[in-house]
């Protein structure tokens, strides 16, 4: 992302903190928000599009930005789903859906899904805290999901990501600090984006199939130290 984007990101970023705006609130205007950050419109909208991508934001046309996922009216009352769901359903889902989203983008990928996706892996390793790597890894899969050029599979995903992000990520994480350099994911990341990029649908379902069973593995390790 070009300098002026990353600042803009930065600063939309500190002012929602600091601004404070309520889950399912709406923005201001971009025109008056890029007075309000001191940026450009095309710098406004490539930030807007990041926070969109992970989740922190949802827009819709003639209604405005919103802060958070989309509400249940939106996406089929997901809240419903993610209350009577649990991090072992959610991993059985993405082990069903994930690989084969992978194969698909193996075929379909453009040269700017490679790029982000090459992006996200850097940006996960240079991140400063768990949460940080989590917006990471969280923006690499959607990433694979949009390379799968499938506008329905797409829907799909997010979807499910949106469960699992209210039924995984609303237990918080009690390691402080960012990933150690040996975390498994950084390594299996690289797998399925070589695959990718060698075009081989077999090698990319493969890799991240392997990925997910190690998420799953962690996932379940997590639990029992919690118990």
Request: negative net charge; proline residues 4%; aromatic residues 4%.
């Amino acid at each position: 992302m070009p300098n002026g984007a990353n600042a803009a990101l930065t600063q939309l970023r500190a002012w929602l903190a600091q601004d404070a705006i309520a889950n399912g609130g709406k923005l201001p205007p971009e025109r008056e928000l890029c007075e309000l950050l001191g940026v450009s419109r095309g710098e406004l909208r490539k930030a807007l599009a990041v926070l969109e991508q992970d989740g922190a934001l949802w827009r819709q046309v003639g209604k405005g930005t919103f802060v958070g996922l989309k509400p249940a009216d939106e996406m089929t009352s997901l809240s419903a789903v993610a209350a009577r769901s649990s991090p072992g359903e959610v991993m059985r889902a993405r082990l069903k859906f994930e690989p084969m989203l992978a194969a698909e983008a193996a075929i379909n990928a453009s040269a700017s899904d490679i790029e982000q996706l090459r992006i996200c892996i850097a940006a996960s390793r240079e991140a400063r805290t768990w949460r940080e790597y989590e917006t990471c890894d969280n923006r690499f899969h959607r990433t694979v999901a949009l390379a799968a050029s499938n506008e329905l599979l797409l829907s799909m995903f997010d979807h499910m990501n949106a469960v699992r992000r209210a039924v995984v990520w609303s237990r918080g994480r009690a390691a402080q600090g960012p990933p150690p350099s040996s975390h498994h994911s950084f390594a299996e990341h690289d797998q399925v984006f070589e695959a990718l990029t060698d075009r081989d649908p077999q090698a990319a379902n493969t890799a991240m199939r392997r990925h997910l069973m190690a998420v799953e593995a962690a996932l379940l390790d997590s639990q029992e130290a919690a118990e």
